[in-house]
């Protein structure tokens, strides 16, 4: 079974300070992941997915997330924090099923992001 | 391109009552899937329908069900709601490349 870790319930951190969001994961196969935004009250934003290649991934909004396929992590990371990015940030995994066909997306518990000015 | 469409964005129910969530995924994309938010339980995947056809199925009980017509447009149902069933639907295409998620229908039973 497929898996995702998000240890920290939440994340605070200055304006202009670099800001890191952790997840870790579990699947069988090659992983695909994935991270969604969420701002109050609205669905999930894609930010920037990981499917083969760079193990840096570049995304929306100036983040960028890291493959780590021996620590099994995919971290979030931004150099340079704003107060608007303050969200719920959810890390995603998906692999394939024994039968060929892709699984669901699993999310993991999300971080809470606070950016203070 | 137009994104995912959940309709209606809000919802009241009674308990005991059934209720039908819709969702119109990005055009061309043939993969639809559902999930539940809640504060307590988070993200969890309800269905998944492929061109007409359910693919995978979560853990949730029987109340619970949906169907995809030709157009891709899903449906879900929740019957005999209960004060549990409270919780942000959403709703999200799928291509080669991704999954693109619609904003969503907050359901309130009371």
């Known amino acids: 079974a497929q898996s995702v870790a998000q240890p920290e319930d939440q994340v605070n951190v200055a304006e202009g300070n670099p800001l890191t969001v952790k997840c870790t994961y579990s699947?069988?196969?090659?992983?695909?992941l994935f991270w969604y935004v969420q701002y109050p009250n609205r669905g999930l934003q894609f930010l920037l997915k990981?499917?083969?290649?760079?193990?840096l991934v570049k995304g929306s909004y100036g983040f960028e997330a890291e493959f780590n396929k021996s620590q099994t992590s995919f971290h979030l990371k931004k150099p340079s924090a704003l107060v608007s990015d303050s969200a719920l940030y959810f890390c995603?995994?998906?692999?394939?099923?024994?039968?060929?066909?892709?699984?669901?997306?699993?999310f993991g518990s999300g971080t809470q992001l606070t950016v203070l000015p | 391109k137009a994104g995912v469409t959940q309709t209606p964005r809000y919802l009241i129910k009674t308990r005991g009552q059934q209720v039908t969530l819709s969702c119109s995924p990005i055009?061309?994309?043939?993969?639809v899937s559902w999930y539940q938010q809640t504060p307590g339980q988070g993200l969890q995947f309800l269905f998944e329908?492929?061109?007409?056809?359910?693919?995978n199925k979560g853990n949730f009980p029987g109340r619970f069900s949906g169907r995809q017509f030709s157009n891709s447009r899903s449906e879900m149902n929740v019957s005999t709601l209960e004060l549990g069933d409270s919780a942000l639907y959403l709703c999200?295409?799928?291509?080669?490349?991704?999954?693109?998620f619609g904003s969503g229908t907050r359901l309130t039973v009371v």
């Open positions: 329908y492929f061109s007409e056809t359910q693919r």
């Open positions: 699947v069988s196969g090659n992983p695909y």
């Open positions: 990981y499917i083969t290649g760079d193990n």
């Open positions: 995603a995994v998906r692999d394939w099923g024994s039968s060929g066909s892709a699984r669901q997306l699993t």
């Open positions: 055009s061309g994309h043939r993969s």
């Open positions: 999200a295409s799928r291509d080669d490349y991704g999954y693109t």
